[in-house]
């Protein structure tokens, strides 16, 4: 496992200059703007190049060749899980203290709005990360993205759905979160580990299953 983490972060050392001009540019972007919460979406944005490492190792037929190691194909899974999660994570993490430093800085930033909009980055990663990974292993990268795009759009549709249910049904959502009881908003954040959890355990056997099946 730590043999494949050092893999994958010397391949990410290597396109360093491209993920610092996309931060760059979000930090530019944050800066001339009232809203610091832009920066929360470098992690959505970031974590979805941890799949390229999983393209560099099927390149040129790579993976016959790393599968001779004493590497199992559980192992690489689950080291990609592991790396997917430590970039969104990290990412998140220093976003957060940009995003608060631009919001300091700016008295028209809301402060409290950001780190709400961090909360719910941060599951929404997790979400994707977990969508990505099995799509990447099964179709490769040309056709995974596309089987990615359609289930993307597919939620996308899915939440303005809802978003619309929720204004016919003048419910304000906002409102209600705002005024639910700490035991509830306790009993709220559980359920929604519970349900990370769920979704990357079934992610997670999914990608073992599609993995254990592939010829090389």
Known sequence: MKGLLVKDFRLMKGQKNFYFIIIAIAIGIAAISDDSS???GLPLVLSLFTLNTISYDEFDNGNAFLFTLPVSRAGYVIEKYCFAFLIGCSVWIFTIF????LG???VKADVSETMVTAMAVLPAVIVIQAIMIPFQLKFGAEK???ALLGAL???FMISIVL????KMLKIDTANFVNHLPMISKSAVTAMVLVILVIILLLSLKASISIMKHKEF
């Open 104 to 106: 300091l800085l700016n």
């Open 98 to 101: 940009l995003a608060l430093v």
């Open 38 to 40: 832009f920066l929360l």
């Open 163 to 166: 978003v619309k249910a929720a």
């Open 153 to 155: 759009g597919a939620l």
């Open 144 to 146: 995974g993205r596309i």
